[in-house]
């Protein structure tokens, strides 16, 4: 317990409350953890208030040092922090380890991108007149981040923020706080001052209520589900609070007729089922040329049925168990739906007879679907790979922009005009061609549609937190 953190200090939710932390891949109990409450989200929100104050004054050259300590500790206790992970979340110790060294160089970069925050000089239109623009940090921000990415979620939005000089109240996911204590950790070892990080795990309705009702908070940036960002949507109409929202995907897959098909079904394997699938820009709905379907059909069924499932230390493993039993179940239903549209389970979609304790399934890969079915419209965040086929480049696009969603999309060819042309038509803010990672820390992350609002990562992150201001100087 003691696993809030408000002005320096690790302290129990006020009223005592706690709940229980588990371990998706045994079923038992890690920890019993803190439960903030809405009193505890407002002492947090006025210590952070009070904090702005000096830290926003502080120059970005102060700020980098401190962030790059954390960035250093992260390094240095790797292993340590990435076992806590692989706990919480359930996902194989490489992915975390992966995980954790993305979270160090995020905290490293913004610390020096925090120093780029360049305004410019506008060339007036009186001879008497000087007009100039500058960025300033934008006060308290509360981040409010999803469990599927325990430490780059949360570094993502941090990092940003404290670059440009906001102080912050977080709020990880309950279902994996573990991971954000540990940046607390590395942050108040580098020497952030009290106040600049407050932490709270807790009723997030009400968190979440106090964070948008509260005048002292400027803007709530959100890692999470469509749903969710509606809600704050709606909160922030009444109180004008600023949103930067990371929401839902369902990126299509187009595999055209011209690539090295066992390649590219290998590749899909890895892919479609990192961190089990649930991942906002995984690539989700696969559209593949009518003249390989089949072949490809075959091949990624092969090299799917040979993936490991199971506990994320076990040697070898790549797919762990879902976050929780209700996420498994979601995914079991959409399966379960599956069956009345005459789809075709090519494998998996069962749990593994010898992991009945904990929440895995094997990964299924589903043919025989129509642009109608389920699996074409919400959004997984499970292992099942569904596949359709396209007849050229017109119907591949139609299909692919059939959808709500806007974030992620990813296209395979070695043909430059195909790749140039449905790069270009796809209504989604990332796009990978012939490659499966579009994201960086040095690139802007955001989806159009309903995936969100706003940026982060890249240079655009760091103005998230930041307000532009011009200065209009007459009389000259
Ligand atoms: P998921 O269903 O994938 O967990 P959510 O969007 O429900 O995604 O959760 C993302 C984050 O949003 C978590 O930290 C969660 O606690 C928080 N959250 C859930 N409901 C609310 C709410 N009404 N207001 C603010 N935050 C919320």
Redesign the pocket.
Known sequence: MNNLFINGEWLDASDKKTYDLINPATEEIIAPISFATAKDAQAAIDVAHEAFKTWSKTTTYTRAEILKKAASYLRENITEIAKDMVNESGKPFAEAKGEWAVAANLFEWYAEEGKRAYGKTIPANRLDKRSITIWQPMGVIGI????NFPAYNPARAWAAALAAGCTIVV????NTPLSAFHIVKALQQAGLPNGVVNLLVGD??A??DEMLSNPKLKKISFT??T??GK??MDGASRTHTKLSLELGGNAPVLIFDDVDVDAIAKATSVARFRNNGQVCIAPQRFYVHKNIYHQFAGLVTKYVSQLKVGAGFEEGVNVGPLITKRQKENVVDLLGKTKSENAEILTGGNTPSHLQKGYFLQPAVVANLKQSSVLAHYEIFGPVLPLFSFDDLDDAIEKANDTEYGLAAYLFTNNLKTSIHASERLEFGMIGINEWAPHGTESPFGGWKQSGQGHESGSEGLYEYMEKKLISIGGL
Do not use: D, F, H
């Open positions: 409010i981040t999803a469990w709020k990880p996911s309950e997030a309705v968190i979440g999470g589900s749903r969710v809600i704050l």
